[in-house]
């Protein structure tokens, strides 16, 4: 546990994040990437268990090391002490003894352990559900929700997942290439997303909160920058949320420049904006701008860094899958204002 601690108050990134944030009108805390504050269900038995597993262990340990010392202390060598103490051969009570009492413990803890299990890693979604697919990417996350009044189709976002609070999700997890990990330690986690393999989980969130995770499998040179960030959100504003996900790009004749060249270079075979580029090779860009970060939570965005990576992403995070297409200064600002018109 202790370890565990150490190696979660070290994760990288999201030290600049103010505590409090405020999307759509109410103000969400941040919550970091850690167990110890359970916000649902799921996170909430695991901790539970993690503790009383723990205490039993630590009960055992301090019985163990109490007799030790206590034998020690007391059967040392003493003054005056000849030969061998007296050599004993054979006891049933303590065969017995310490054959029917670790059977007991274990017994306990594999039951204790089954019931959590059933509760958490569940074949089908939990009675109301919502659903969303999860797609990890070397190094961004995908997620898919149903259409809001289309039944056939679906809206495609970008590394913020938001979610209604109060709501069970039932988290479809894919992969586009290697194995990720989704684990947002408040909520739930950790399971891998697979290539060729749909694995599932869930979670609830109970409480309004930005929730940070990271990517728990270690995916390649950008695998510490593939933080992840769910938005929990009462229902209303969660629903207007999705409603303007769905909709189409804004169309700003202002900055139809930045729109040309952002369509003429290969910024449109990579990303989408929806009605304008179908690229599904990187994160939708459609309503960029309703996102509070960018390359995966690695930064605030704003014009300065949306400016800087679309110069070269490889300064912001190295080794990750989009070039820098080598623009002009002026090129740079034409498509920077026109990403800033994608709401
Ligand atoms: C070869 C494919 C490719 C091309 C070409 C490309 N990108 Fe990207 N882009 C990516 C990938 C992959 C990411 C995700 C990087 C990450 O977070 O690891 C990304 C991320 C972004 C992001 C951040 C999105 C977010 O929500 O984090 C923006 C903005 C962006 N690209 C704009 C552009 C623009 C503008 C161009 C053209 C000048 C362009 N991209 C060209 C692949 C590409
Ligand atoms: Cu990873």
Not at 68 to 90: A, C, M, N, T
Not at 189 to 218: H, S, V
Not at 321 to 340: F, G, I, R, W
Request: net charge negative; glycine share 6%; proline share 8%.
């Amino acid at each position: 546990m202790a370890l565990l601690v150490a190696v979660l108050a070290v994760l990288p990134c999201h030290a600049a994040e103010p505590v409090i944030c405020t999307t759509a009108g109410t103000e969400l805390p941040v919550v970091p990437p850690h167990m110890f504050e359970p916000a649902g269900p799921v996170s909430d038995e695991v901790q539970s268990m993690a503790w009383l597993l723990g205490g039993i262990c630590l009960g055992i340990f301090v019985v163990v090391e109490g007799l030790l010392v206590y034998s020690i202390v007391k059967f040392r060598r003493r003054e005056g002490d000849r030969g061998e103490p007296v050599q004993l051969f054979g006891s049933n009570p303590i065969e017995l003894a310490w054959t029917v009492v670790p059977t007991l413990i274990v017994f306990t803890l594999a039951l204790v352990t089954i019931r959590v299990i059933r509760d958490i890693d569940r074949t089908t979604p939990p009675e109301g559900a919502m659903c969303v697919t999860a797609i990890g990417h070397q190094w961004w996350w995908e997620y898919r929700y149903p259409h809001p009044t289309d039944p056939t189709g679906e809206v495609v976002v970008a590394n913020e997942m938001h979610v209604p609070v109060g709501v069970p999700i039932w988290v479809r997890l894919e992969s586009a290439d290697v194995i990720h990990s989704w684990w947002v330690p408040a909520l739930a986690g950790k399971t891998d997303l697979m290539p060729n393999q749909t694995n599932r989980l869930w979670f609830r969130a109970d409480t309004p909160g930005i929730y940070l995770g990271q990517c728990a499998e270690y995916c390649g040179n950008q695998h510490a920058g593939m933080l992840l960030r769910v938005v929990a959100q009462p229902e209303a504003e969660y629903r207007a949320w999705l409603a303007g996900q769905a909709a189409p790009a804004v169309d700003d004749r202002s900055v139809s420049a930045g729109r040309s060249i952002f369509e003429s270079l290969a910024c449109s075979t990579c990303h989408a904006v929806k009605g304008v580029s179908d690229g599904a090779f990187a994160p939708d860009l459609t309503h960029l701008m309703s996102r509070t970060t960018i390359a995966s939570g690695m930064a605030e965005l704003d014009r300065d860094t949306l400016r800087s990576w679309i110069d070269d992403p490889q300064v912001l995070k190295p080794g990750c899958n989009m070039p820098s297409l080598k623009l002009s200064p002026a090129e740079l600002d034409a498509v920077t204002d026109y990403l800033l018109t994608l709401k």
